[in-house]
């Protein structure tokens, strides 16, 4: 999300409307992914789901610090608009898909969403709308932060905005690691 709106406030519309368009492609990729190796994996190996869980509760944690840590650096917020600025298209559009498609973040949201969905009785189908409903929705809620973002007004209300955002989000990322983990913690 927030190398949409980076993008959007540091190279203009296009080039935030082409990371939207990745993001879609990355997070139908991850879902065809999960949806598929995962589900199989949780099968034969019953433990893994468990253990995957202690993992992508990690990762929230440490990503909850990181971004605590940028709700108190202006710095931070400053290098991010600089090294998107200038951003073409097809730059922008490899540069979130990369993003995208290495995130760990992606990782614990279909850890999440595994977790609630049954699909090791799951039909072709269902994987399918499943993972063309991902590309839409991630697309759609990325194209709309950068519309909104690629105006100089929306730039300078984040800009100002962006140290309460930054601690709302490192909070709830460590709320939902919490979250993960308690109904293992309930079980010991």
């Known amino acids: 999300m927030l190398n949409t709106i980076t993008t959007a406030m540091g190279s203009g519309r296009g080039p935030a409307l082409a ?9 139908g990729l991850w879902c065809l992914g999960m949806s598929l190796g995962m589900a199989v994996l949780f099968q034969v190996v019953p433990g893994v789901q468990e253990a995957l869980t202690i993992m992508a509760a990690g ?14 650096h202006v710095e931070t917020r400053e290098k991010a608009l ?13 540069r979130s898909f990369s993003i995208v498609a290495t995130n760990p973040k992606a ?17 072709p189908g269902d994987i399918a709308i499943l993972c063309l409903g991902a590309v839409a929705i991630s ?19 984040y800009l100002r905005a962006a140290p309460v955002v ?17 109904p293992l913690l309930a079980r010991v």
């Open 139 to 157: 697309a759609l809620i990325h194209a709309v932060y950068g519309v909104l973002f690629s105006t100089g007004a929306a730039a300078v209300l």
């Open 59 to 72: 990762l929230l944690i440490y990503f909850a610090t990181r971004y605590l840590r940028a709700a108190f």
């Open 166 to 182: 930054n601690a709302a989000v490192g909070l709830f990322f460590a709320s939902f690691a919490i979250r993960l983990v308690a």
């Open 82 to 94: 600089r090294a998107r600025a200038g951003l073409g298209r097809v730059a922008s559009f490899w």
């Open 107 to 123: 990782l614990t949201t279909w850890l999440a969403i595994l977790g609630i969905l049954p699909l090791g009785g799951a039909a």
């Open 19 to 27: 990371a939207a368009a990745a993001v879609g492609v990355g997070s």
